[in-house]
């Protein structure tokens, strides 16, 4: 069934390659279509254009087909071209004239927008839940180790005293910053575009603002032509907020591949964690967090490829649409599983004790000791020159144990502050 039938044959190869793959993709709208359908019809009941009793047995069907859906049972056969086809085929195969009418004042593009938002808006929710989950962990593996210090690097080179402590929390603060761009990605997804038909309203007396509170939507895009324009917008939008927290898991990810390693050695994963090597009995190998670094940057390939496909279409609806979908769910559904593993595997990080008197670490504390001489008279710049002679003639020698106390340093790690700051998103 196609919702745009007149009754002529369409070429097989052309009804294939247009088709693509929305029958599988559209098994994440399902419920959103049925949602929308319900709202729709409804709305259709409130303004006179169905009966009650029409709404009724609607209604009726539709929670049979949610029912299906819940218990694996619905399907997107072949015969159908996407969810939308197949849930109006359905309703006319048992309820006859009553189901064709419940695509009055609809369009298929209105259809694909509304359940695209309704999919958007409560990934983006649970996406945000996931993230807050792993900020969790991670304020309360730097509140157990915050004492314990770690080598800050520059450049990769040997730089001052950090703490693990304030490597955990960092992320943490990080993944805030990525909750904000949620926030405001989940304002831009929650606009009912219901109503906007093929791009330029209806004729139908139509209520919106009655299916905006039945579909929770907080507010209405108003203009038709915008709620249309809002295709490919909503999908630029959530896959930069994806992009944003894969940049910051890929960033972690890479520093713990990197401390992993028997060149720094700074933390360790249960066996079960790691995979070995086909000819090293020896080897460890951090190969989950290796796929989540590989994964993230995938992820944020695909906001740029949302841009190129749709940054000059002009108004109106366009089927380069179509190729927007599949990779902004992938994006959806697969920041949702590295999340999933990021927050099983870290929970089970094992912090070592690092030996900074080794010969590598020897210069760790220069800064603190050029500051220790300011705090006794010296100007700043001859303090650095003192330490930095004692540092080319091999004479100097660490002061460890120096506190850093303002807040956000090692020693003041704010930890109650940024859990206040995630709270308050």
Same mark, same amino acid.
């Given at each position: 069934?196609?919702?745009? &039938?007149?009754?002529?044959?369409?070429? %097989?190869?052309?009804?294939?390659?247009?088709?693509?793959?929305?029958?599988?993709? #559209?098994?994440?709208?399902?419920?959103?279509?049925?949602?929308?359908?319900?709202?729709?019809?409804?709305?259709?009941?409130?303004?006179?254009?169905?009966?009650?009793?029409?709404?009724?047995? /609607?209604?009726?069907?539709?929670?049979?087909?949610?029912?299906?859906?819940?218990?694996?049972?619905?399907?997107?056969?072949?015969?159908?071209? &996407?969810?939308?086809?197949?849930?109006?085929?359905?309703?006319?195969?048992?309820?006859?004239?009553?189901?064709?009418? =419940?695509?009055?004042?609809?369009?298929?593009?209105?259809?694909?927008?509304?359940? +695209?938002?309704?999919?958007?808006?409560?990934?983006?929710?649970?996406?945000?839940?996931?993230?807050?989950?792993?900020?969790?962990?991670?304020?309360?593996?730097?509140?157990?180790?915050?004492?314990?210090?770690?080598?800050?690097?520059?450049?990769?080179?040997?730089? +001052?005293?950090?703490?693990?402590?304030?490597?955990?929390?960092?992320?943490?603060?990080?993944? =805030?910053?990525?909750?904000?761009?949620?926030?405001?990605?989940?304002?831009?997804?929650?606009?009912?575009?219901?109503? *906007?038909?093929?791009?330029?309203?209806? *004729?139908?007396?139509?209520?919106?603002?009655?299916?905006?509170?039945?579909?929770?939507?907080?507010?209405?895009?108003?203009?038709?032509?915008?709620?249309?324009?809002?295709?490919?917008?909503?999908?630029?939008?959530?896959?930069?907020? /994806?992009?944003?927290?894969?940049?910051?898991?890929?960033?972690?990810?890479?520093? !713990?591949?990197?401390?992993?390693?028997?060149?720094? &050695?700074?933390?360790?994963?249960?066996?079960?964690?790691?995979?070995?090597?086909?000819?090293?009995?020896?080897?460890?190998?951090? #190969?989950?967090?290796?796929? =989540?670094?590989?994964?993230?940057? %995938?992820?944020? *390939? /695909?906001?740029?490829?949302?841009?190129?496909?749709?940054?000059?279409?002009? *108004?109106?609806?366009?089927?380069?649409? @179509?190729? =927007?979908?599949?990779?902004?769910?992938?994006?959806?559904?697969?920041?949702?599983?590295?999340?999933?593993?990021? !927050?099983?595997?870290?929970?089970?990080?094992?912090?070592? #004790?690092?030996?900074?008197?080794?010969?590598?670490?020897?210069?760790?504390?220069?800064?603190?000791?050029?500051?220790?001489?300011?705090?006794?008279?010296?100007?700043?710049?001859?303090?650095? @020159?003192?330490?930095?002679?004692?540092?080319?003639?091999?004479?100097?020698?660490?002061?460890?144990?120096? %506190?850093?106390?303002?807040?956000?340093?090692? #020693?003041?790690?704010?930890?109650?502050? /940024?859990?206040? %700051?995630?709270?308050?998103?």
């Amino acid at each position: 069934m196609k919702l745009w &039938d007149k009754g002529i044959s369409i070429d %097989k190869k052309i009804e294939k390659f247009t088709v693509g793959n929305d029958r599988e993709l #559209d098994m994440h709208l399902v419920e959103y279509d049925l949602l929308a359908s319900k709202a729709h019809a409804k709305m259709l009941g409130e303004v006179g254009i169905l009966t009650s009793e029409e709404v009724a047995a /609607i209604e009726i069907e539709l929670d049979k087909l949610q029912q299906q859906f819940e218990n694996g049972t619905f399907q997107i056969e072949e015969d159908f071209e &996407d969810v939308h086809s197949k849930i109006e085929f359905e309703l006319t195969k048992v309820l006859g004239d009553t189901g064709k009418k =419940i695509h009055t004042a609809r369009s298929r593009n209105d259809q694909v927008l509304v359940a +695209m938002q309704l999919y958007f808006k409560e990934n983006l929710l649970e996406i945000s839940a996931k993230t807050k989950q792993l900020i969790d962990v991670l304020l309360g593996l730097a509140d157990t180790h915050q004492e314990k210090l770690l080598p800050g690097y520059t450049h990769l080179q040997v730089a +001052m005293p950090s703490s693990f402590g304030l490597w955990f929390s960092a992320y943490a603060e990080l993944l =805030i910053d990525d909750l904000y761009l949620m926030e405001a990605g989940l304002k831009v997804v929650d606009q009912n575009p219901l109503g *906007s038909a093929a791009g330029y309203g209806s *004729s139908f007396p139509i209520d919106r603002d009655f299916t905006t509170k039945e579909l929770g939507f907080s507010t209405l895009k108003y203009n038709v032509v915008a709620a249309q324009l809002g295709r490919g917008k909503c999908e630029r939008t959530v896959t930069a907020n /994806i992009s944003s927290v894969a940049n910051t898991l890929a960033r972690f990810a890479m520093d !713990i591949c990197l401390y992993m390693s028997q060149n720094f &050695d700074f933390i360790s994963f249960p066996d079960e964690l790691t995979t070995g090597s086909s000819i090293m009995p020896h080897k460890k190998n951090p #190969d989950v967090f290796e796929l =989540i670094r590989g994964k993230c940057n %995938k992820l944020q *390939s /695909i906001a740029n490829e949302m841009i190129l496909i749709t940054n000059n279409l002009p *108004s109106g609806y366009h089927r380069d649409y @179509q190729l =927007i979908k599949e990779n902004s769910m992938y994006a959806v559904e697969n920041i949702k599983e590295v999340l999933d593993i990021f !927050i099983h595997s870290i929970a089970l990080v094992k912090v070592k #004790d690092i030996d900074l008197q080794d010969e590598k670490y020897k210069y760790l504390f220069t800064v603190d000791s050029i500051n220790d001489l300011v705090m006794q008279g010296k100007s700043f710049r001859e303090a650095y @020159q003192v330490i930095g002679g004692e540092v080319q003639d091999g004479t100097y020698k660490a002061v460890e144990g120096k %506190k850093h106390s303002h807040l956000g340093s090692k #020693d003041n790690l704010a930890l109650e502050e /940024i859990k206040k %700051k995630k709270d308050e998103v």
